[in-house]
Structure formats: C-alpha cells, structure tokens
C-alpha cells in the first residue's frame, strides 16, 4: 500500500504553498503575533517559514488584497492599522450585509436552518461554562455569522461577506482582547435574542437586535481605541 502513495500523493503546488503561507500570517496578524503597522520583510518571513520568498510575496498579496496588510510605495508591505474610521466602515459594511441576510433568512430559511444557528448559540453556552480563549470566542461569533449568510440563500451576499471576512474576525477580536467579559455578559443573550426574532419571522426584531449590538460593540472599541492612541502619544 505504501509503496501506492507516491501515486497519489504530491508535494504542495505553489498555490497550495502560498495559501499555506497566508494562512500562516494571517493567523500571525490576528492573533497580535504581527503587530499594526509591523514590516513585513519577505526574507525573514520566508526564512522564518522555511520556503522561498515566491510564496510569500503571493501570500502578502492576498492579504493586501483582505485589507490586512498595506503596501507603502518604495518602503514595502506593512500589517494594516487600522483608525477608528476604518472600524466604522468594516462595521458599517458588515451591518449592511448582515441585515440583507436577516431579510432572506426569515423569507427564505426553513426551521431547520434556523436551528443550526439555535445549535451554534447552545455552543457559545457551553463555552462560556468553562475558561475560554478569546480566539475562541471570536471563532463560535463569526461561524454563527459565517451561518446566517449561508442559510439566507443569497450567494453573492455569502461571497461578500466572505471577502471582508478577515477583517470582520480582526476587529471582533480587538473588541473582545479589549472587553473579555462582553462575550459572556453580553454576546451570547443577543445572539439568542437574534434566533428567537427569526423563529418568528419577525424581521424588525431582528434588525433591531442587530443594529443595537452593532452599536454598542463600535462604540466601546472606539472609545478603547481612542483612548489607546491618547495614551500613547
């Protein structure tokens, strides 16, 4: 049998590497491994990662292209730091999208796709029974969003959710690192609030719930953000 697997099995394609590579950074950036505003230099990075620099100018092209990193005329790729404004556009954009979803949810979604995301919110409360990282609570938020997207049946909305995706996840993370206590005090009753409005078709409700939270949760991370940057000057 071992001696059939070099039939099947075949080193990494370029593509699969520089995947890997963004992948890689990708978590580096969102977990702060990476700091805003931190050069990223491609010999170190692919020494650091054992591959060719190809891999990982592609990978930083990727995320350029997620909105993580930037890239300053002759002086190179740097991760992304972002300004208060930037937050309110990613929330605004998100808000947009989510409340499309939460539209063809309840016109389209049956109960049983409605409960996926009952499901979803019972796991949030599972986690919050026990220490949890951060990470991981930002993981469940955004697979109950990723969820809400899917079941509304609208791919286009799905693929431009996806597309701003990475920095959904970064700036949810900022607010939870910033605000530890927000995802048992708070996340986990709105999500289910959300759920109980789509059970019952109520589409108001739900946009209502949405637009609160998303109120809330931009204003705290921008007063903290503020605050940061008024600290550090």
């Given at each position: 049998m071992d001696?059939?697997?070099?039939?099947?099995?075949?080193?990494?394609?370029?593509?699969?590497?520089?995947d890997y590579v963004a992948?890689?950074?990708?978590?580096?950036?969102?977990?702060?491994?990476?700091?805003?505003?931190?050069?990223?230099?491609?010999?170190?990075?692919?020494?650091?990662?054992?591959?060719?620099?190809?891999?990982?100018?592609?990978?930083?092209?990727?995320?350029e292209n997620e909105g993580l990193v930037i890239r300053q005329p002759h002086r190179g790729a740097f991760v992304a730091d972002w300004t208060p404004d930037d937050v309110r556009e990613i929330y605004s954009l998100r808000e947009a999208l989510e409340s499309l979803a939460i539209r063809y949810v309840i016109k389209n979604a049956t109960d049983e796709q409605i409960d996926e995301l009952e499901n979803l919110v019972h796991e949030m409360n599972d986690l919050a029974?026990?220490?949890?990282?951060?990470?991981?609570?930002t993981d469940i938020d955004m697979t109950f969003h990723r969820?809400?997207?899917?079941?509304?049946?609208?791919?286009?909305?799905?693929?431009?959710?996806?597309s701003i995706s990475a920095q959904i996840r970064l700036v949810v993370l900022k607010h939870r690192l910033r605000n530890p206590a927000d995802f048992r005090d708070r996340g986990i009753s709105w999500h289910e609030n959300i759920v109980e409005c789509l059970?019952?078709?109520?589409?108001?409700?739900?946009l209502q719930?949405?637009?609160?939270?998303m109120a809330v949760?931009?204003?705290?991370?921008?007063?903290?953000?503020?605050?940061?940057?008024?600290h550090s000057q």
């Open positions: 001696q059939n697997l070099s039939s099947v099995l075949t080193a990494p394609s370029q593509r699969t590497l520089s992948d890689q950074l990708r978590q580096a950036i969102l977990v702060g491994q990476l700091q805003p505003a931190q050069r990223l230099v491609e010999e170190d990075l692919a020494t650091s990662l054992q591959t060719s620099r190809g891999p990982v100018r592609d990978a930083i092209r990727m995320l029974q026990h220490e949890y990282t951060q990470i991981e609570a969820a809400l997207c899917q079941i509304s049946g609208h791919r286009r909305l799905l693929n431009a959710w996806e059970r019952h078709r109520e589409t108001e409700c739900a719930e949405l637009e609160r939270h949760s931009i204003e705290w991370l921008i007063k903290s953000m503020e605050a940061s940057n008024g």
